[in-house]
């Protein structure tokens, strides 16, 4: 429900994912699922347990991906800027199974990349984006105030 220049935050994800050539896109809802507008190019996955937190948002949109849906290359990959990993991140079948150690609460795959770099390929991705996580409050008006990139 979150906005970004008037444009929900989740909208904006499934319109940059889709612009990239990703499909399918699901994209994953709790709290104010009803009043949330249509997503168009999504199929909307509802997680009644959103309180729960990100770890099992993340697992179930996995979970409700069709079994074709492959990801390309290494087990991980993700963006990088400055040396440093950022987001997007993919997330190839191989390594689902590990995130029910590690996505948990409000924890998604970050403690995975942190404990087993072995699995991932960081693509640089400096001047495509930005680095900047939107999770709190506080990460929204930090990425609003650095002038923020597609």
Do not use: F, K
């Amino acid at each position: 429900m979150v906005e970004l220049d008037g444009e929900p935050l989740v909208r904006r994800a499934v319109r940059l994912l889709r612009a990239g050539g990703c499909a399918p896109v699901h994209a994953v809802v709790g709290a104010g699922a009803d009043a949330l507008p249509e997503l168009r190019g999504a199929v909307p996955v509802v997680n009644p347990h959103w309180r729960n937190g990100l770890g099992g948002s993340l697992r179930r949109g996995l979970a409700s991906l069709p079994g074709h849906v492959r990801a390309a290359g290494a087990p991980v990959a993700a963006a990088g800027y400055a040396g440093r990993i950022g987001h997007p991140v993919l997330l190839g079948r191989a390594v689902w199974p590990l995130l029910d150690r590690y996505a948990t609460g409000d924890r998604g795959a970050r403690d995975l990349l942190r404990a087993r770099p072995d699995l991932v390929t960081v693509v640089p991705c400096d001047g495509l984006g930005s680095p900047l996580d939107v999770d709190t409050p506080g990460d929204l008006a930090r990425h609003a105030a650095a002038g923020h990139q597609e």
